[in-house]
């Protein structure tokens, strides 16, 4: 196979196999016992009691079996409907801040309002910022990228890339206490102040009226209808051990000494140059994010030499609404999207069409969060995928192509964690902000052509907009699975 011929495959959705097809342990028990139920009815009381209560077990259990093309149930999905609705009625999706707000100040909405930044250095004097989220007590450190796209690169470096990245990832899953690591890539308009002040500071005082002229025009017309592209990449840490809980402090002390290595192995990815972002950048991004109509603001600042100076705790919008279909937020309107399957193979340009900047959509950001199995317990992670794909393969008479295929993609899987690869769960989310309401249509409309041909397969994230808003921002780190109600383990076991 050629290098243009690369293609990447075997994304596993890791699925149990129970005797009763699409239930999971704990769903495979609740059926026991209302098999159990049903008969002791039958004995106890009489015959139709029992087939009464069987029936309505029944339709209870195909709630939770039967899902839909995105893995969910008819249990997951009224779950949300009638939370959400709750959360209508009781107004917690509604934010208000400022000094006259109960917050008394501009703090981040939702689950991120108790979230803190503070200032600290690694061990070659590059400052970072460390944001902390109490509640999981996990920290995040931000790194910025400057790629030189795909176009600048041929084929067998592209493949290239991908395979270090690939070992960057291995490097990370023997870092102490790393949860996920989420790489953020932004699109937005230009406003051309970088490229105005780049001509004003380099045009020389003796230049003729004609190449002042045509420098002037290049300035006022070259950013119409063009787009910046960013990236960063956050990792989330931990601050809890065995033995203690971390602070701010001891845990921006324990990585000083571990991200210069981390920051060096990035850039031989294909990631350019990568610099940890300072406190203020991450402000100044998380406070664009929600309030768009800032931007032209902090360009204009920096296309002088100035900085605007900015708080953590100041940097939210003054109002957000997080409503079933969209989230408003300050001057953007936002609807995200999540990754529920990858459909078939990817090549190395797979994600392009949904990483370019769009027309129809003022802001785009598009998340891919990489969450880090643990060494020790991915073997045996491994293993019983296999052992789940053969025994759904062993419970047909007849196993069709994708059963067949399921078990070699398995058996592949197992066999590269046994080579040293780290096993890693993917995920991906991607928000769409306009400036007005009436633009959200045609910025769905794109979404919805965008994902199926980078080979996503998305689910609108209907009644958590607000969160999955939250989770794509870019210096946060936010796992959400982190602040879930029902612990993950019982919702994959259902």
């Known amino acids: ?57 029944a339709v209870a259990l195909m709630s939770i079996a039967v899902r839909d093309r995105h893995g969910s149930s008819w249990v997951e999905r009224t779950g949300i409907r009638v939370a959400h609705l709750y959360a209508t009625r009781t107004g917690a999706t509604l934010h208000q801040g400022g000094p006259v707000s109960r917050l008394g100040t501009y703090r981040l909405p939702g689950v991120l309002a108790d979230t803190d930044l ?11 910022g460390l944001v902390h989220t109490p509640r999981s007590n996990h920290y995040a450190v931000t790194i910025q990228a400057h790629p030189d796209g795909a176009s600048l690169i041929d084929a067998d470096d592209q493949v290239a890339n991908i395979d270090r990245w690939g070992r960057w990832l291995d490097f990370l899953a023997v870092e102490p206490g790393i949860l996920q690591v989420q790489v953020t890539i932004e699109t937005a308009p230009d406003d051309g102040h970088g490229l105005r002040s ?32 960013r990236s960063w990449v956050t990792l989330t840490f931990d601050g809890s051990t065995a033995k203690r809980t971390r602070d701010a402090d001891a845990m921006g002390a324990a990585l000083a000494a ?52 900015l708080r ?16 408003r937020h300050a001057s953007g309107v936002s609807v995200s999207w999540a990754m529920t399957s990858i459909l078939g193979a990817v090549n190395a340009e797979g994600l392009g069409p949904i990483l370019r ?30 052992r789940a794909s053969e025994a759904r393969a062993a419970g047909k008479r007849k196993p069709s192509a994708s059963d067949r295929r399921d078990v070699e993609s398995a058996l592949v899987t197992a066999d590269e964690e046994a080579h040293g690869h780290s096993l890693v769960d993917v995920a991906v989310i991607v928000t769409a902000t306009v400036r007005d309401l009436d633009d959200l249509p045609a910025a769905e409309a794109a979404i919805d052509m965008l994902g199926p041909a980078s080979r996503l397969q998305l689910r609108r994230e209907n009644g958590a907009h607000a969160a999955a808003f939250a989770q794509g921002l870019p210096g946060v780190g936010l796992i959400t699975a982190a602040h879930s109600v029902i612990p993950r383990p019982l919702r994959e076991s259902l």
């Open 1 to 57: 196979m050629t290098a243009t011929e690369a293609s990447f495959t075997h994304f596993r959705s890791a699925r149990p196999a129970p005797p009763l097809a699409g239930l999971g342990v704990v769903g495979m028990l609740l059926g026991f016992a209302c098999v159990v139920i049903s008969i002791g009815l039958a004995y106890a009381v009489n015959v139709i009691a029992g087939l009464v209560f069987a029936l309505f077990s």
């Open 118 to 128: 503070t200032e600290h250095e690694d061990a070659q004097g590059n400052p970072f």
């Open 198 to 229: 780049e001509i004003e500071s380099t045009m020389s005082a003796d230049a003729p009226d004609l190449a002042r002229k045509v420098l002037g025009e290049i300035a006022d017309t070259y950013p119409t209808g063009s787009a910046t592209v």
């Open 258 to 309: 571990r991200l210069p290595e981390i920051v060096g192995k990035l850039a031989g990815t294909g990631a350019g140059a990568c610099t940890l972002v300072d406190g203020q950048a991450l402000c100044e991004a998380v406070r664009v994010a929600y309030d768009p109509a800032s931007s032209p603001m902090f360009a204009a600042a920096a296309a002088g030499g100035h900085q605007v100076m």
């Open 312 to 327: 953590w705790s100041a940097i939210g919008p003054p109002a957000a609404d997080n409503r079933w279909d969209y989230y």
């Open 357 to 386: 900047p769009h027309p129809a959509i003022t802001r785009k950001r598009v998340a891919l969060l990489f969450e880090i199995r643990d060494a020790g317990k991915a073997p045996g992670v491994a293993a019983a995928d296999v």
